[in-house]
């Protein structure tokens, strides 16, 4: 049985170097989603209800010794628990690390499309359950990428070779 966390305020010293004091993790169903069918006049999709008010939270905090300790926790949730094989699908459980984002830089510079690389990866650890991210956060990285390698001048670029072309061929047309 499982749940998502979602990290609370945080409090830091004043120091040069600040240090964590304290921090609050609260179970990721808290709070209510505000419902905007009243403003908006015509249907979105339905959307799955995720926020149901959840009290379930721990508060840690640095002690005079410079321990962190729990001074706060309730563990009752209001809503079920997702299966065990469902956590990876939470996202606090969901990242793609350094050594992740590099390999998969590896395996796109090799010739392998995004999903070739994430279905290589689940295979190596033994299902997409322990890859640590979904094929969308996959996609998605992928993406960031790909706009991260489009310069500024690669739009100008492409300007110029089609006002070359115009210049060149007589039947070329642009405007």
Known sequence: ???????????????????????????????????????????????????TNCKAMMRIKRNND????????????????????????HRSERSITDEKAKAIEEMLSSGLIATQSFRYMAYNVGGEENVGHTLKDHMNFVN??????????????VIDMIQDQDEEEDGFFSR
């Open 144 to 157: 960031k990428l790909k706009m991260n390698n489009i310069e500024g001048g690669d739009a100008a670029r």
């Open 1 to 51: 049985m499982g749940f998502s966390v979602r990290k609370g305020t945080s409090r830091f010293s004043r120091d040069e170097t600040p240090i964590v004091l304290g921090k609050l993790f609260l179970c990721a169903c808290v709070g209510i989603r505000v419902s905007t069918k009243e403003n908006c006049s015509k249907q979105k999709r339905n959307v799955a209800l995720t926020r």
């Open 66 to 89: 410079g321990v962190y300790e729990a001074v706060k926790h309730i563990e009752k949730h209001n809503h079920p628990l997702t299966r065990i094989e469902w956590s990876h699908l």
